[in-house]
């Protein structure tokens, strides 16, 4: 017979399956309400028109330049070369020293030239001594006019060798036509010149030049007394001025480019043999309309008016790679897009991202 105390304590033990409470209805309302209101959120954003970013022209200085390398050197420069054939056996000056007219630079071997002089003046002593003596024979009868010439035409060949000795020695002394900066020695003591060769380059006391080699597709924009910026490696942030000289009548067929002379305006602290980067202005716009270069496609950019993106028809100056000048077609007020992307179609809205001037 079973114990009905165990039943009735195994009856107690089996706990049937609780009813949700309230607390659970709640939790499950405001999980279903977020649901609800984060989906009509996100279609609401589907459907808001795309954001652009957009920028406002600015006035400013456009330039276009002519770009090119260039060595600085003086505006006149001067070999200073061998006349007669030695070895050169004296330096008195080198590259950087500052000399004066007629000073002494270099002298070459002159031992023979001396030499050979004395030897000269020797004979021309002894056929000017025949010229005397036959012209004073002539005076009194003694001998035929044609003795007398024959002693004159020797005397006088004497004197002109003499003479070309004169200068041949005095060749041998290299002088400063000019004062002047020695900047280049090309000579080394115990080397043999010939006539021609230099031995020196010396620049003349004038203000310093910088000449450039300008490519033949950029030649024909540029002219004498167009202004040019020049900026050096050596001396970092710094633009110098200066304008056109001159431009070679002809051009390098090999290089294809034209040589152009630029002149420096005075107190540069430039040094002669330095490379220069040079930009020469053709065109000069003060108060121009500017944008980014990047907002431009084609001949088009894309403006946001009340809304809507509208196709506009500019028409362009000056270019460089930062900027665009725009003749017609838009306004400092125009709010242009600043990136323009594919697929815009004129008349679509949008909404404007952010707003400035272009830099």
């Given at each position: 017979?079973?114990?009905?105390?165990?039943?009735?304590?195994?009856?107690?033990?089996?706990?049937?399956?609780?009813?949700?409470?309230?607390q659970r209805h709640v939790v499950r309302w405001l999980v279903g309400a977020a649901l609800v209101f984060g989906l009509a959120g996100w279609a609401a954003w589907r459907l808001l028109p795309p954001r652009v970013a957009v920028i406002h022209a600015h006035r400013g200085l456009a330039i276009e330049a002519v770009y090119a390398t260039g060595t600085v050197e003086p505006s006149i420069m001067l070999p200073i070369a061998a006349r007669i054939t030695a070895r050169l056996v004296e330096l008195d000056t080198d590259e950087g020293d500052r000399v004066r007219a007629g000073q002494q630079l270099a002298r070459?071997?002159?031992?023979?030239?001396?030499?050979?002089?004395a030897q000269l003046r020797s004979?021309?002593?002894?056929?000017?001594?025949?010229?005397?003596?036959?012209?004073?024979?002539?005076?009194?009868?003694?001998?035929?006019?044609?003795?007398?010439?024959?002693?004159?035409?020797?005397?006088?060949s004497a004197?002109?060798?003499?003479?070309?000795?004169?200068?041949?020695?005095?060749?041998?002394?290299?002088?400063?036509?000019?004062?002047?900066?020695?900047?280049?020695?090309?000579?080394?003591?115990?080397q043999l010149v010939?006539?021609?060769?230099?031995?020196?380059?010396?620049?003349?006391?004038?203000?310093?030049?910088?000449?450039a080699d300008v490519d033949e597709e950029d030649i024909a924009r540029v002219t004498a007394?167009?202004?040019?910026?020049?900026?050096?490696?050596?001396?970092?942030?710094?633009?110098?001025?200066?304008?056109v000289h001159s431009v070679t009548p002809k051009g390098d067929p090999t290089a294809r480019s034209y040589r152009?002379?630029?002149?420096?305006?005075?107190?540069?602290?430039?040094?002669?043999?330095?490379?220069?980067?040079?930009?020469?202005?053709?065109?000069?716009?003060?108060?121009?309309?500017?944008?980014?270069?990047?907002?431009?496609?084609?001949?088009?950019?894309?403006?946001?008016?009340?809304?809507?993106l509208q196709s506009r028809r500019v028409v362009t100056g000056i270019r460089d790679e930062r900027q665009t000048e725009v003749v017609a077609g838009l306004s400092e007020?125009?709010?242009?897009?600043?990136?323009?992307?594919?697929?815009m179609r004129d008349g679509a809205k949008v909404r404007v991202a952010a707003t400035g001037a272009s830099p």
């Open positions: 017979m079973p114990d009905p105390f165990h039943a009735k304590a195994a009856s107690t033990t089996r706990n049937p399956t609780p009813r949700p409470t309230r070459l071997e002159d031992t023979d030239l001396a030499s050979n002089l004979q021309e002593a002894f056929a000017h001594a025949g010229y005397d003596r036959y012209a004073a024979l002539l005076s009194r009868g003694v001998i035929a006019r044609v003795q007398y010439d024959r002693a004159r035409a020797d005397w006088l004197h002109s060798a003499a003479n070309r000795a004169v200068a041949e020695l005095r060749y041998a002394r290299l002088l400063a036509p000019t004062a002047g900066t020695v900047i280049r020695r090309d000579g080394e003591i115990g010939r006539p021609g060769d230099a031995v020196f380059w010396l620049a003349v006391d004038s203000p310093l030049r910088v000449t007394r167009q202004p040019v910026l020049i900026r050096a490696d050596a001396f970092p942030g710094q633009v110098f001025h200066g304008h152009v002379r630029i002149a420096l305006d005075g107190n540069t602290p430039l040094h002669v043999g330095m490379t220069a980067e040079v930009n020469i202005i053709v065109r000069r716009h003060d108060d121009a309309i500017l944008v980014p270069e990047g907002v431009i496609d084609g001949d088009r950019v894309w403006v946001v008016r009340q809304g809507r007020s125009d709010a242009v897009v600043a990136a323009p992307a594919q697929g």
